[in-house]
């Protein structure tokens, strides 16, 4: 089992930034693929970014590329997601989740591969 916890979350205007972490507790080892999913009410929760296991690859929704960095520090069993430039339409709940299984690139941006899930953070942007 493994335990993630989120943290970093709050208020911020249009155009700062934010570093959200999620820390792992448990069986962790650096072995998990590492993803952050986001949910705005009323919305689906939606891929954000990932970081995979086997080789660092990382991958990002296209609504945040460019402006979101995924990162993890295996010696912290942490994972942080940066967050810049951010806008209204970014305010969600962003989720941290882990999964041990391989994936290719498509796998990597799906919610049902991923095994394990933090209790959220919440993000609001205003305009």
């Known amino acids: 089992q493994v335990q993630l916890v989120e943290s970093g979350g709050g208020l911020v205007q249009a155009g700062g930034s934010l570093t959200l972490s999620c820390a792992a507790s448990g069986r962790t080892s650096s072995s998990y693929n590492m993803a952050w999913f986001r949910q705005a009410p009323g919305k689906e929760r939606e891929f954000v970014a990932a970081?995979?296991?086997?080789?660092?690859?990382?991958y990002y929704a296209d609504s945040v590329k460019s402006r979101f960095t995924i990162s993890r520090d295996n010696t912290k069993n942490k994972v942080y997601l940066l967050m810049n430039s951010l806008k209204p339409e970014d305010t969600a709940v962003y989720y941290c989740?882990?999964?041990?299984?391989?994936?290719?690139?498509?796998?990597?941006?799906?919610?049902?591969?991923?095994?394990?899930w933090g209790q959220g953070t919440q993000v609001t942007v205003s305009s």
């Open positions: 989740a882990a999964d041990r299984d391989s994936v290719d690139s498509y796998l990597v941006r799906q919610r049902y591969v991923y095994d394990y």
């Open positions: 970081l995979r296991w086997i080789d660092g690859m990382t």
